[in-house]
């Protein structure tokens, strides 16, 4: 099992930046993809980026493509998530999740960070 610890999280004006770090335990070898997942209240939990655990193959939702960011520092084995041109529909708790499969669907990933919370003012 992977331990996730998500930071970054704040509140900020529209049209803000935030950068969110996923901090693992362990590299996930085992485990092929990193996803960020977010959630709003009353809400069901929604995709927004994965990547590869080793690199690449980047996929984003419509709702934040060209304006969120997705990368990996393996050796620190941290995935940080670039959030640009924020917008109040962007509020929610964000998290970080690991699974096997390159999968847009939350019900595929095997460990979960806490989340962390983000708002953003209108």
């Known amino acids: 099992q992977v331990h996730l610890v998500e930071s970054g999280g704040g509140s900020v004006q529209a049209g803000g930046s935030l950068r969110l770090s996923c901090a693992a335990s362990q590299r996930p070898y085992s485990r092929t993809v990193i996803g960020w997942f977010r959630q709003a209240p009353g809400s069901e939990r929604e995709f927004v980026a994965l990547?590869?655990?080793?690199?690449?193959?980047?996929l984003y939702s419509n709702s934040v493509k060209g304006r969120f960011t997705i990368s990996r520092d393996n050796p620190k084995n941290i995935v940080y998530l670039q959030m640009n041109n924020l917008k109040a529909e962007d509020t929610a708790v964000y998290y970080c999740?690991?699974?096997?499969?390159?999968?847009?669907?939350?019900?595929?990933?095997?460990?979960w960070g806490q989340g962390t919370q983000v708002t953003v003012a209108a």
């Open positions: 990547i590869r655990a080793r690199g690449g193959s980047e």
């Open positions: 999740a690991v699974g096997s499969q390159y999968e847009t669907d939350h019900r595929a990933y095997e460990d």
